[in-house]
C-alpha cells in the first residue's frame, strides 16, 4: 500500500492585514518617559565644545594675558602702547612668517638670525659707499638673504643634509660674513635716508607694521587658495606620498627655504634702518623666537599642520606678554622662564591635541 503523502495547505498571506501591519510601524521615535531624546547632531554639545577649546587654546591665553595685565596697569589697554606691539612685532613678523612654511614641511631654519645681520651688514656697507643710491642697499640686502636661502634650499634638498644640521652650518657662516664685512665692528654713519624705510610714519604707524600686515595677508591666501600653498602642506604632511601624485618635492623644499632667507634679508634691512646703522650682531636669537610664534601658533615641528594665521597669534601672544612684562617691571630673565614655560605648555597642548583627534 503506497504511503499517502499528507498535503499542507498554507492560507495566502491577505494583503488588507498586511497593509495594516505595515501602516502599524511608528513613524517616529517612541518617547520613555524619565529617558531624555537624543541630543541634535547639529547642535551643541560637550565634545564639540572641548574640540572648539582646544583648537583655539592659543587665542584664549591671548586674551587672557591681555585681561591680566590690563587689571594690573591701566597703560597697557592705551593706543600708545598698542602701537608699540605692533612696531615691536614687524621684524619678527618677516622671520616668523618664513619659518612657518619651513616648518610646514617638516624642517627648520636656524639661520634666520644670522641671515638677518649678513644681510643688515651688507645694506649699510651698500648705504655708506653709495649714499645717494640707498635703495641699492635695500635690493642687496634682500639678495643676499635670498642668496643664503638658496644655499640651505640646496644642501637640504639635493643633499639630503638634515634641516638642522644644514641651517646650523650656515647660522655660523652667516654670523662670520657679517663681522667680516664690518671688520669686526658695526657699521656707522649711514645716510639719514637710509632711516626713512622703519621710521617713516603713515596713519600713526611705521612702514614695518604695514610690511607685517601685508605679509600676513599674502602668505595667508597663498598658503590657502594656491597649489603652491597645498604642495607645501603635501610635501610635510607624507613626501613620499606627495612625489607619487607628481609634486617636485625637491623643488618645493628649496623655494620655501629661498622665501625664508628673502623674508629674514627684508627684516634685517628695517632693523638697520630702525637704528641706522649696521650691528653685526643683529637679529641674534631671532631664529628661536621665530620657532617658538610657530609652535605656539599650533604648527606641528614635524610638518603638515599649521596656519599662517596660528603664527599670527603665537607672535602677538609672545610680544604681548614681553610688553605687559616690562610694564610691570618684571625683570627680563623672570620673562625668559615665562617665556620657556609657555613655549614648553604650547607644546604640550599641541601633542594632546593630535593624540585626543586621532583617537
Known sequence: MAPQHETRTTDAPDPEKHQERKLSYPTETPSVEGVPAPEDSKGWNRERVINLLIRNAMVIVLLIV????ALRND????????RTILIAAAPFALVALGQTIVILTGGIDLSVGSV??????????MAVNYPDMVWLGI???ILVGTFVGLINGLVISRLNVAPFVATLGTLTAASGFAYVIGGGAPINGLPESFGTIANTRVLGLQLPVFFMIAGFVILGIVMRYTAWGLRVYSVGGNRTAAEV?????KNMLTSVYVLSGML?????IVL?????????????GYELFAIAAVVIGGASLMGGRGTVWGTLVGLLLIQTLNNGL???VVPAYWQAVISGVLIVAAVAVDMWASRRSSS
Open 245 to 249: 601624485a607628481g609634486v617636485n618635492a
Open 75 to 82: 597703560r597697557f589697554l592705551s593706543v600708545a602702547n598698542a
Open 326 to 328: 616690562d610694564i610691570l
Open 116 to 125: 638677518i645681520a649678513v644681510s643688515a651688514m651688507s645694506g649699510a656697507w
Open 272 to 284: 638697520a634702518s630702525r637704528v641706522i646703522s649696521g650691528p653685526p650682531n643683529l637679529g641674534k
Open 139 to 141: 635690493i642687496v640686502a
Open 66 to 69: 591681555m585681561v591680566f595685565f
Open 264 to 268: 629674514a634679508g627684508i627684516s634685517g
